[in-house]
């Protein structure tokens, strides 16, 4: 027995509570904590990369999930897409791709919250704190406004740090305009023009460059903070003026109005270098990207491996013309839509995909028959003829292999100075001033080769018309009937209250209860 | 047989004769052997009393010098010893029988052992003989239908394929949910690469008290594997081998080109709203349909032979002071498709010495080697096969695999036997598990025990897609390669004391674990852009371009203190006392450590005075048993929260500013210091009762088993969270279960035998608390759901009520306000020939708040049956099991019954992903065809709901698991061998079921089916899974 004490003894040595606290503690090696980031300049920016990237997911995303686009162009009548998503009336996995979309949404929030919210201040330079700061507040304010817009009314998440943050209620729209009206005036502060950018350059990389068309080219700028902002007001005060939302009375609509043009005017003043470019077909070409007409996009370069690329193109291709190697051709435009457009508007055939040209030279006009009818707003990346038309390559020779499988750099417009033209009119109007309000249509409709002379009628309805041939595909068509209340024109099956909102992904409703009630007649 | 009898009688003679002369010295000569006539050397004979003693020389022949009234006493190692009287003999015979080790009588029941009869807690014991019945590669399988309270099955009849034991109901929704494997003291994850014949026995702990000695790790029930060792004074090489072929048992019909033909034009019509690429099939012109014929089958090209072999070689030599034993193992598992197949290599070296009576020290290792060839792509394959339209050619005019989909337009069909062709999908894992211990017999009532223990797997994927294959020839070949490395130690130091009186006996253990869990990951990513495919995935230098490369490392620790005290009265009442205090390194600071106890009490009533008389019943015991154990079975990191590097890494893609990516960073977890174990809480009462000398025994236990801050990994989150999930403490649940065996010795006559064995297990299941509402488990993937008050992964739908056959059912079908009394119609935009939903919440409403539990994946029941026949040689084994009520989400379905759009080509979202149909398809609902239970072509359904008929079908099953009949050699005329046998075997030989897809029994829980780090979240989800073979088996076992 005495031996026995011994070896006791030995036991309680080898591993004494103490020692074994020590061999429990938890190792890691793969990946850092929320603890221990945010910590400095280059984690800050790693992180807002982050949100940009959390940003792109919502638009479209490397598994070809281009549903946020079929949410909001298939029930505006111009895309001819599935019935579901064209006639609202969702299948199952509509619904499930609904959610993917709503959940990209909000981790895209809560990566700019996370990043606001814990960026070590002391540890980051003050120039580029303040940038990196207003840059998230930017990404958040445009995922808060296209939440709020397609959903009503929304949660605000603050950035989850532990499951206590994780369930957060339903508030009011009119809260969620606050917020993002005062991040967007402190971003309009913070953030640079697109001019000053580059004088930042990225921490530690080097590539410092002069041109904003250099490294840093597609990040948030002053002038994308103000036109955005201006756009919420807009959006705020029409929506009042046509009583299709009223925001419990907590906003004025001529204080709105009033804001909105003063950001545009401000913009229009000449302070950031916007102006239109000449050609519109121009317009998306690579070498315009993030200049002088593209106030913000979302940034896709053409990629094979890294999945970088867009590839709306090869959604937008149609089968068997031998254009791509992948030609799905689900999206489509409608022939009622295309009809809109007289011959002598330069963006008919700028936005249509009339013509190709096959293997033998051939112009093949295109398509054969209505259904087939094709845009090509995200084609310009592609090999095109000088005048613009899709050829079938003799070899796949592309600039790479990428976009052989339809991936291409094309990003999509968010902001551009056109819609700013017309915004700027349509609140020039609204308070009045149809002068002015007149010559910034006119500024538009020269561009697209109709003259600076206006036809007579209501300008409002002009610039309707206008905003609808001169923004179409671009996201851009369903907000405007919402907020102008004009679906009952273009989709009268869709004038129901119902259709004001997409419905909230019933497994949010069922497992954080402050999203309810859901949205009605869903 | 005169000559005998006169010979014999002349001995007699001799004998009576001899007997008068006495108490003379002499030498008495003889030869000692065992019952197979082999002489054994070095036998020890002494004269009782004396000191003279003698020993056997090679030839197993002795002298000794005795006197007639003398006796010998004849001893050996691991043989019973003999006695024999000289009397007048002069030349000795002596048989010397191999002493039994009667392993029935010991229990393992972790860190020790203990006679069955002193067992207090609920452990289930199979012995190596009884799964050696069955000609089964993997100990897993041959254990379905025999352990009361397990539910066992084979979840993947692939080559190597997976399978799942869940003990006493489901008692974990994290990890596998599988229990607790020790293999001689090692802890592994997988015991599919476990050699059968290499099995001693397997003990299955069930209640608590049993489970909780080892504590974090035995919340799910703990597999003890006891391997074979060799026996002292021994040397036995046994060799055994067979071949199996297997045969499709069910198959999955679908439609013939003709038939495909109707399909397609009467959904065009249906669906005028789908815009198709072409209007017409290549080949297949629409004017002459009829004349369409059976097409291309892609079902029969993508088979081989479908087989297996196995063979086995063991060799064991032992002394009482040392001993060793080595066995190799073979096994080649094809698949049914072109191939795949697993090989299998195992080698077994065990051994022990004795330097002194008090020092004992052994080893053992296990060397292994698996690969799996075409696994994943196999299992893929599957399920493309069955996609592919029978007008879609698998080979072009020249003979080359085609690629143009049936359009002729596109370049966008995956060949899938190009695939299987031409690609390299290599899986291949060495791995190591060994043991070193040390005992010390410090006096004989305390022992002290050390050992370490070392596993080592390196796993390696070797992947390559040539430019022979389309998605190969859309990047110029496709290569990647990545290994896995893991690391475990696990030491213990064990102390034991013992005391054995007259009266009473107690034992106790106590002692401390320390294990630490180490893995390390590279891949290589895709690296694509080669100039050739002959590197294969072994030269990625060609490859001209890379992405998504990676590499990974976590560790793990857990420290645990043991402690068992066992007490026994006058062989009647026994106690076990038993605890475990475990910590981890993967919970929060304050929650590291847990404190697992158990109480089991046992009495022997048979042996108080009112029964020990009874004729009837022979053995009646009670056993009462109350403990807790835990589960640890998360993910290192989890309590921590972590930031994702995003990189530059092909799956999560992250930005560019100009035309450059950029390096990113995001949340990925949140942290989550109070994470903490799962506790499970289990009472048993069970009982033991034996009839007529233990002919009949009848084993029956009832539990009550709760698990309380159920761990939860992918526990979902609101998407607005940001996090679509986390590992939380998620809630708690039941598991109320009934389990018995009935087995009897029917007939037992000395030529003619006849045993029976019946098992029977019931559990029911229920979530009794969830955080939040219930919520669906994995919405893309199937319906099952998880809430309060249901069963974990009940199905949740909206009920079919059938199909409207008429309009005017569809008018009919409507609802009364109950305050305005008015009616409206339920399905307004309903057609003749879609689904009559249940409005169950009664709103008037038909949409996704109607969903309800209509299934559920745990059975009402399971049964297995087992009968033995010995007729002579020969024996007879058959094996039936069932599995009664529950239901089974029958994936494939979704591409095979898809009645309600027009799939056109897999890659043509957003049609679908189907090509084919299933050939009930046929019987769909057209105006000619009212009365059906399938939907028209091109129906319709609103709010969110399904246009197609339900996935999930009626799972239940009576299987004839196994049939087997051997014969046994007799030994005479066969020189130098001991035993020899030949059996042959069928399994699967008929399986009673209503389910429609290949097998009820198939579950992917994560994509595949082979991968052994599987989630036990998804229950009963079928997707195109392997089928399962009927089998037919023929072997030899051979021992000399």
């Known amino acids: 027995m005495r031996n026995a004490k011994y070896l006791v003894a030995l036991l309680l040595i080898v591993c004494s509570l103490s020692a074994c606290k020590k061999y429990l503690v938890e190792e890691v090696f793969s990946s850092s904590q929320p603890t221990n980031f945010y910590m400095n300049e280059q984690q800050g920016i790693s992180a807002l990369n982050g949100v940009y990237a959390g940003l792109r997911d919502t638009y479209f995303t490397y598994a070809n999930d281009y549903t946020f686009f079929s949410m909001l162009e298939a029930p505006t009548g111009t895309v001819s897409f599935s019935p579901g998503f064209e006639g609202m009336n969702y299948s199952a996995k509509d619904l499930a791709d609904i959610k993917k979309v709503w959940d990209r949404m909000w981790v895209c929030v809560n990566r700019a919250s996370m990043l606001i919210k814990l960026l070590k201040k002391e540890n980051v330079n003050e120039i580029s704190y303040k940038r990196i700061i207003a840059e998230a ?68 990389t080097g590539n410092l460059v002069n041109d904003y068309k250099g490294y840093e080219r597609g990040r948030a700028t002053k002038g994308a903070a103000q036109a955005l902002l201006a756009k919420v007001y807009l959006t705020i005060a029409s929506s009042i003026a046509s009583n299709a939302n009223l925001y419990d009375n907590a906003f004025d609509k001529n204080d709105m109005y009033t804001k909105a043009k003063v950001l545009c005017a401000s913009i229009y003043a000449g302070g950031h270098d916007y102006g239109l470019i000449t050609d519109y077909s121009d317009i998306f070409k690579e070498v315009n990207e993030n200049g002088k007409e593209d106030i913000f996009s979302v940034k896709f370069i053409e990629d094979s491996d890294l999945k970088l690329g867009n590839s709306l193109a090869g959604m937008t291709a149609v089968k068997g013309t031998g254009i791509l190697t992948t030609e799905v051709g689900t999206l489509k435009s409608t022939s009622a839509f295309l009809n809109e457009f007289i011959v002598s508007d330069k963006r008919r055939a700028a936005t249509f995909f009339l013509e190709y040209i096959n293997k033998s030279n051939v112009r093949v006009l295109y398509p054969a028959g209505i259904k087939t009818l094709t845009f090509k707003k995200y084609w310009s990346d592609y090999q095109l003829s000088s005048d613009n038309i899709p050829m079938q390559p003799t070899t796949y020779i592309f600039k790479t292999s990428a976009a052989d499988k339809g991936r291409f750099g094309d990003d999509i417009p968010i902001l551009r100075y056109s819609d700013l033209l017309l915004m700027y009119a349509e609140s020039l109007n609204a308070l009045g001033d149809m002068a002015n309000a007149k010559q910034r249509v006119a500024d538009v409709r020269e561009r697209s080769g109709l003259g600076r002379v206006l036809p007579a009628g209501d300008l409002m309805e002009l610039i309707i018309s206008e905003r609808r041939r001169e923004l179409c595909f671009e996201i851009q068509l369903w907000f405007d009937y919402q907020r102008l209340n004009i679906v009952q024109r273009y989709r009268p099956t869709l004038s129901a209250v119902k259709y004001k909102y997409f419905p909230i992904p019933i497994s949010d409703l069922m497992t954080n209860p402050g999203l309810l009630p859901q949205n009605p007649g869903w | 047989m005169k000559l005998i009898l006169t010979l014999g009688f002349n001995f007699v003679i001799l004998l009576l004769f001899s007997h008068s002369v006495s108490a003379q010295k002499s030498i008495i000569r003889g030869q000692v052997t065992d019952e197979n006539k082999v002489p054994l050397v070095s036998v020890t004979i002494t004269v009782a009393g004396k000191n003279t003693t003698a020993i056997t020389n090679a030839n197993g022949e002795f002298s000794i010098e005795a006197e007639t009234r003398d006796k010998l006493k004849f001893s050996f ?68 239908g025999k352990v009361p309270g397990a539910y066992i099955r084979t979840t993947g009849n692939e080559p190597g394929g997976a399978n799942s034991i869940k003990i006493r109901g489901l008692s974990s929704i994290n990890g596998t949910g599988e229990p607790l494997y020790v293999v001689d003291g090692i802890y592994i994850d997988n015991i599919n690469f476990i050699n059968p014949s290499d099995v001693k026995s397997i003990e299955i702990l069930k209640d608590a008290a049993s489970t909780s000695i080892y504590g974090s790790r035995g919340a799910n029930g703990v597999v003890l594997i006891t391997t074979t060792k060799p026996k002292a004074g021994q040397v036995l090489t046994t060799y055994s081998t067979y071949y199996t072929t297997k045969y499709m048992a069910r198959k999955i019909d679908v439609v013939d080109a003709a038939q495909y033909a109707t399909l397609f034009y009467e959904m065009k019509a249906n669906r005028p709203d789908i815009i198709l690429p072409t209007v017409e099939i290549v080949g297949f012109p629409e004017n002459i349909r009829n004349a369409w014929g059976k097409g291309y089958d892609m079902v029969k090209e993508s088979r081989q032979p479908w087989t297996l072999q196995n063979h086995d070689i063991n060799v064991s030599y032992g002394k009482a002071e040392s001993s060793i034993g080595l066995g190799i193992n073979f096994l080649k598992d094809n698949g049914a498709i072109k191939n795949q197949d697993y090989t299998r290599f195992n080698m077994k070296i065990n051994g022990m010495i004795k330097p002194t009576e008090k020092v004992e020290l052994g080893f053992s290792v296990f060397p292994t080697q698996y690969i799996y060839n075409h696994m994943d792509d196999g299992q893929k394959a599957i399920e493309t096969i069955f996609g592919v339209t029978p007008v879609t050619p698998i080979y072009d005019k020249d003979g080359k695999f085609n690629f143009i989909n049936m359009f002729g337009t596109d370049k966008t069909f995956e060949n899938p036997i190009a695939r299987l062709n031409n690609s390299t999908d290599i899986d291949k894992t060495d791995q190591i598990l060994s043991d070193i211990y040390a005992n010390f017999t410090i006096t004989p009532k305390l022992t002290f025990r050390t050992s370490l223990k070392y596993n080592y797997s390196l796993r390696e994927r070797l992947f390559y897609l040539p430019s022979t294959t389309l998605e190969g020839s859309l990047s110029s070949g496709k290569a990647n390669v990545s290994h896995l490395k893991i690391q475990e130690y696990t030491n213990n130091y064990i102390l034991s004391y013992g005391i054995n009186k007259s009266k009473y006996a107690i034992t106790m253990l106590g002692g401390m674990e320390i294990s630490e869990k180490g893995r390390s990951s590279v891949n290589s990513g895709d690296v694509t852009q080669f100039n050739s495919d002959i590197y294969g995935p072994y030269n990625l230098a060609a490859g001209a371009s890379a992405a998504g490369y990676s590499s990974f490392k976590s560790k793990e620790t857990l420290a645990g203190f043991l402690g068992r005290a066992n007490f026994k009265y006058d062989d009647k009442y026994f106690l076990t006392f038993t605890s475990r205090y475990d910590g981890s390194s993967k919970f929060g600071a304050n929650n590291k450590w847990a404190f697992f106890p158990g109480v089991a009490v046992a009495w022997d009533m048979n042996k108080e005075r009112f029964l020990s008389n009874n004729k009837i019943i022979s053995n009646w015991k009670w056993r009462f048993s109350a403990g807790q154990s835990g589960s640890s079975s998360i993910l290192p990191y989890q309590s921590q929260g972590s930031i994702y590097n995003m990189g530059l890494s092909k799956s999560t893609p992250t930005y560019a500013f100009g035309n450059t990516a950029v390096a990113a960073e995001a949340p990925e977890t949140f942290s989550n210091p109070d994470l903490k174990w799962e506790i499970s809480t289990q009472f048993n009462v069970g009982v033991e009762i034996g009839f007529w000398g233990n002919r009949l025994n009848f084993n029956g236990d009832v539990y009550l088993k709760k698990i309380s801050n159920l761990l939860v990994k992918d526990f979902p989150l609101p998407g607005v969270s940001g996090f679509a999930s986390s590992t939380r403490n998620g809630g708690d649940m039941k598991n109320i279960g009934f389990e018995f065996s009935l087995s009897g010795d029917i007939i037992k006559g000395k030529k003619f035998k006849l045993s029976s064995n019946i098992v029977f297990s019931k559990y029911k299941n229920e979530i009794t608390k969830w955080l939040g509402q219930g919520s669906m488990i994995n919405e893309n993937k199937y319906t099952g759901y998880v809430g309060e008050g249901y069963a974990y992964g009940v199905f949740w739908e909206v009920p079919q009520l059938g199909i409207f056959s008429t309009q005017e059912e569809i008018n009919n079908y409507s609802f009364r306000n109950p305050t305005s009394g008015a009616l409206s119609m339920l399905q307004p935009t309903a057609k003749p020939g879609d689904i009559k939903y249940a409005d169950t919440n009664g709103d008037g409403v038909i949409n996704l708040s109607d969903r309800t539990a209509i299934g559920s994946p745990h059975p009402d029941f399971t049964i297995g049956m087992g009968v033995d026949f010995t007729y002579k040689n020969w024996a007879l084994n058959i094996f039936i099991n069932s599995v009664i009520g529950k239901e089974v989400y029958n994936s494939s379905n979704v591409q095979l019954m898809n009645t309600s759009l027009f799939n056109t080509n897999k890659y043509d979202e957003p049609y679908g992903e189907a090509t084919s149909f299933s050939t009930r398809v046929l019987n769909r609902w057209t105006p000619e065809n009212q009365n059906t239970s399938v939907p028209k072509l091109g129906s319709t359904a609103t709010n969110g709901l399904s246009a197609n008929l339900t996935n999930i079908e009626d799972g239940s099953f009576i299987r004839f698991e196994n049939i087997a009949l051997s014969y046994n050699f007799p030994r005479k005329n066969m020189k130098g061998i001991k035993t020899f046998s030949i059996f042959g075997s069928v399994q699967n030989a008929f399986l009673i079921t209503k389910y429609r897809g290949t097998d009820p029994e198939n579950n992917q829980p994560e994509p595949g089916g082979w991968a052994t780090n599987q989630s036990s979240s998804i229950l009963a989800y079928d997707n195109f899974g392997y089928p399962r073979p009927i089998a037919y088996t023929l072997g030899l076992n051979l021992n000399f």
């Open chain 2, 77 to 144: 190692v691991g043989m019973e010893n003999k006695t024999v009287d000289v009397n007048s003999r002069l030349f000795f015979n002596v048989v010397l029988k191999l002493k039994i080790e009667n392993i029935d009588e010991v229990v393992v029941i972790g860190y020790e052992t203990v006679r069955r009869s002193d067992v207090t807690g609920s452990i289930s014991k199979i012995t190596g003989n009884d799964l050696r019945k069955q000609a089964i590669p993997n100990i897993v399988s041959a254990l379905v």
């Open chain 1, 137 to 204: 507040k930017f990404v958040r304010s445009l995922c808060y406004f296209n939440l709020v817009r397609m959903w009503g009314d929304i949660p605000l998440n603050d950035g989850v740090e532990t499951i206590d943050g994780a369930y957060p209620a339903k508030v009011s729209q009119s809260l969620v305009y606050k917020q993002i009206i005062k991040d967007l005036e402190s971003a309009a502060v913070d953030l640079p023009t697109w001019k000053q950018y580059a004088a930042y350059g990225n921490s530690g």
